[in-house]
Nanobody, 123 residues
Framework: QVQLVESGGGAVQAGGSLRLSCAASGRTFSSYAMGWFRQAPGKERGFVAAISWSGGGTYYADSVKGRFTISRDNAKNTVYLQMNSLKPEDTAVYYC????????????????WGQGTQVTVSS
């Protein structure tokens, strides 16, 4: 069982940066692949980024490639999402998720979810 708690969301102007954190409970965090997803009002939840259990593999949605960076610190049971050059279309609730296997870009692949953190980007 893994519990996930996101933090770091907030309001920022276009072009700004935020770093989201996702703290995980449980001693087996290092065996989980982690992902970030987001959901804007009226839209379905969609993939943003994922990282393998070791941190050696990462994958990004085309819309954030080159602007967002996912990373993890297994010693701190935490995964991060550094978001730079933010755009108004990045406004959404951001969720982190965990799965007991290789990284995945699909929602159904993840077993555990956090409660989400709001990111609002103004123009």
């Amino acid at each position: 069982q893994v519990q996930l708690v996101e933090s770091g969301g907030g309001a920022v102007q276009a072009g700004g940066s935020l770093r989201l954190s996702c703290a995980a409970s449980g001693r087996t965090f290092s065996s989980y692949a982690m992902g970030w997803f987001r959901q804007a009002p009226g839209k379905e939840r969609g993939f943003v980024a994922a990282i393998s259990w070791s941190g050696g593999g990462t994958y990004y949605a085309d819309s954030v490639k080159g602007r967002f960076t996912i990373s993890r610190d297994n010693a701190k049971n935490t995964v991060y999402l550094q978001m730079n050059s933010l755009k108004p279309e990045d406004t959404a609730v951001y969720y982190c998720a965990a799965r007991e296997s290789s990284l995945s870009t699909t929602l159904r692949g993840y077993n555990y979810w956090g409660q989400g953190t709001q990111v609002t980007v103004s123009s």
